[in-house]
């Protein structure tokens, strides 16, 4: 959903911007309480920028408003729009960035030219705040005003069917698109290779959404199948089917490369992104670190239950600090479940920039991968099998349970495994271009 505010209209003013970005600092600080207090948070991002405008009363005789058109408004629409791109919510022009002076002391070049739609040649963009990102400006022809535009992408449920949608509607199909992949990431496309069972490809995504799929094509087929290959960019990632009385009951894939131990973060870092301080994180077993079995994930462990449930995505640490080695997205997790969440190893939780900004998934299998081969690694044991019980989502209202298993031979991992039951949320078609 997009949203116009105009300042300095009808009547000009000469601080119209300072008023802007006041009114956007307000609204992100209202949201940040919003988020406090709600385990389904709202993310909102914004752009403004400065300039002329031609407002007045448009339309026909029969139906007219009041409203503002010219290359500022236009201007200001893009601006909004690079919030995703730079997982941003307050960014700002370079024109409002002078016209603020010394109120734009917290702003930062977000990138010197940054290629916009319809503009010829690469614009400065400017992010504002500690915590926020997104605030641009126009200059217009009647009137020295402000435009500003909001977007906003709620993480809540999917609660009516979006009606009336259409190829242009950009922002509400993007909505509803996190929705279903949050539900199931990816539509797979069959093939048949010499020697292989059908394979499916993806899209590229921050998991290897594997059990979805695998568990829709199995169900399909005609003959039940023991087991799926999957191609990614990461390798070929078998995926088990297990069945009870010939039907689909649960999967399990397995992690396409071995462990790989990347960069470090320190735990000041790591904590700015969750919105946490440094001393949530727990460095006994290990710092805060890129692993990766397929897909690089940020792995930190957390103190405590009430830390892992307190943890919000802070877009500005987020992208003050990853990506780091290929990874974008944040698993952490502890070890101190209560006695009513057990007989859970682990709980878990997983951020990562979507569509619509920072996005928490509900159960990623790649990066709980990782993980069980990151702390099978630095278990003591150098042969044997390491089974975990980890969930996942639980704090987004969508629990999820992830079985691990790990082997080790000679004090290395020699293969990850990660499954679970699935359950069927939904169905539907769709006719491709040119289809018959």
Request: hydrophobic share 40%; with cysteine; proline share 6%.
């Amino acid at each position: 959903m997009v949203f116009l505010a105009l300042f300095g209209a009808p009547f000009e003013t000469g601080n119209a911007a300072h008023h802007a970005v006041a009114a956007a600092r307000e609204m992100l600080a209202a949201n940040d309480r919003f988020n406090k207090a709600t385990s389904w948070p709202l993310r909102i991002g914004i752009g403004i920028h400065v300039g002329e405008v031609v407002a007045g009363n448009i339309g026909s005789p029969r139906r007219k408003e009041y409203t503002v058109i010219g290359d500022t408004v236009n201007f200001a629409a893009r601006l909004e729009a690079l919030n995703k791109d730079f997982n941003s919510q307050f960014l700002i022009s370079s024109a409002v960035h002078d016209a603020l002076g010394e109120e734009c002391k917290d702003a930062i070049i977000a990138r010197r030219g940054v290629p916009v739609r319809g503009y010829e040649r690469p614009m400065k963009v400017w992010q504002c705040g500690v915590k926020y990102a997104a605030a641009l400006y126009h200059r217009g022809r009647l009137h020295r005003s402000c435009v500003w535009r909001q977007s906003a992408g709620c993480r809540s449920r999917c609660r009516r069917a979006v009606d009336g949608a259409d190829a242009g509607d950009r922002d509400r199909v993007q909505l509803f698109g996190d929705h279903l992949r949050a539900a199931s990431r990816g539509i797979p496309r069959m093939t048949r290779r010499s020697g292989f069972s059908p394979c499916a490809r993806k899209f590229r995504s921050p998991a290897i959404p594997m059990s979805g799929p695998a568990f829709v094509l199995a169900t399909q087929a005609a003959k039940l199948p023991a087991r799926l290959l999957f191609e990614e960019k990461a390798g070929l990632v078998p995926v088990e089917i297990l069945a009870e009385k010939g039907r689909v009951v649960a999967t399990e894939l397995t992690a396409p490369q071995k462990l790989q131990r990347l960069t470090q973060v320190s735990a000041e870092r790591a904590a700015a992104c969750l919105s946490l301080s440094a001393s949530d994180v727990k460095m006994d077993r290990h710092p805060p670190q890129i692993a990766s079995v397929g897909l690089p994930f940020l792995m930190v462990e957390l103190t405590s239950r009430d830390a892992l449930r307190r943890a919000r995505p802070d877009a500005a640490a987020f992208a003050n600090t990853l990506p780091i080695d290929g990874n974008d997205a944040i698993y952490f997790y502890t070890r101190d479940v209560p006695a009513g969440e057990q007989p859970l190893d682990l709980q878990a939780r997983m951020f990562h920039p979507g569509a619509s900004g920072l996005c928490e998934d509900p159960a990623t299998g790649s990066a709980t991968a990782a993980a069980a081969a990151l702390l099978a690694d630095l278990d003591p044991a150098k042969d044997g099998e390491l089974k975990l019980r980890i969930g996942q989502g639980v704090d987004m209202g969508r629990p999820s349970l992830l079985l691990t298993r790990v082997r080790k031979q000679g004090g290395g991992v020699v293969s990850a495994h990660v499954g679970g039951s699935c359950v069927q949320m939904m169905e539907g078609t769709f006719r491709l271009k040119g289809e018959g």
